[in-house]
Every structure is written in structure tokens, then in C-alpha cells.
Nanobody, 115 residues
Framework: QVQLVESGGGLVQPGGSLRLSCAAS????????MRWYRQAPGKERESVAT???????NYANSVKGRFIISRDNAKNTVYLQMNSLKPEDTAVYYC?????????WGQGTQVTVSS
């Protein structure tokens, strides 16, 4: 069973930064496409950032220029560096990957941006 464990969430003031981590196990991480999603209260889960096995990335328009997704294949870990955070970034952030057509999710980590 694939396991994804997120960490790094918390409370931060507007304009601040956080780095989320997602440790993966029981997958061939180096060839896996990894994604970050988020879900705000009362809203649908939305894609935030994706990184390919080769390191190519893409972002939702709402976070472009502020968030950076990266990966460390030696540690089986994907990161999301979040800068210039805004209150509208408040959400539960989830790590995701697809293996053999099955979506796997972490448990999520809460990010709250508030003064």
C-alpha cells in the first residue's frame, strides 16, 4: 500500500512562508509524478502544483510565482515551498500520486494564513 505523509503546515501571517514536505513509501518514487492539492472549507479540492519524474513543474495560476514544488529522489520526498502567503491560501494541503491508475492521498496538513 502506497503511503504519503505530509508535514510542515501551521499558522503563518500574510506575507510569510512555509515549506510543506511529503514523504512517500512503497512506490518507485523516482519515476512517479507527484502533486500537491488543497481544499479550503466549503470548496472543492484543487490542484496546486505538479512535478514530473524529470523535475518539470507546473502550477495553478493562483500560486504561480509564489510557490515552488521540488523533489528529492534520494529521500523519496516532495516539497512545496510557499512564499508571500495570502489568507486565501488557507486550506488543507494534500500530497497525491497515481500508481497503476489508483489515486493515493496523504492525510493532509493544515495551512492557515491569518494575522
Amino acid at each position: 500500500q502506497v503511503q504519503l505523509v505530509e508535514s510542515g503546515g501551521g499558522l503563518v501571517q500574510p506575507g510569510g512562508s512555509l515549506r510543506l514536505s511529503c514523504a512517500a513509501s512503497r512506490i518507485i518514487f523516482s519515476i512517479s509524478v507527484m502533486r500537491w492539492y488543497r481544499q479550503a472549507p466549503g470548496k472543492e479540492r484543487e490542484s496546486v502544483a505538479t512535478i514530473s519524474s524529470g523535475g518539470s513543474s507546473n502550477y495553478a495560476n493562483s500560486v504561480k510565482g509564489r510557490f515552488i514544488i521540488s523533489r528529492d529522489n534520494a529521500k523519496n520526498t516532495v516539497y512545496l515551498q510557499m512564499n508571500s502567503l495570502k489568507p486565501e491560501d488557507t486550506a488543507v494541503y494534500y500530497c497525491n500520486t497515481i500508481v497503476s491508475g489508483i489515486n493515493y492521498w496523504g492525510q493532509g496538513t493544515q495551512v492557515t494564513v491569518s494575522s
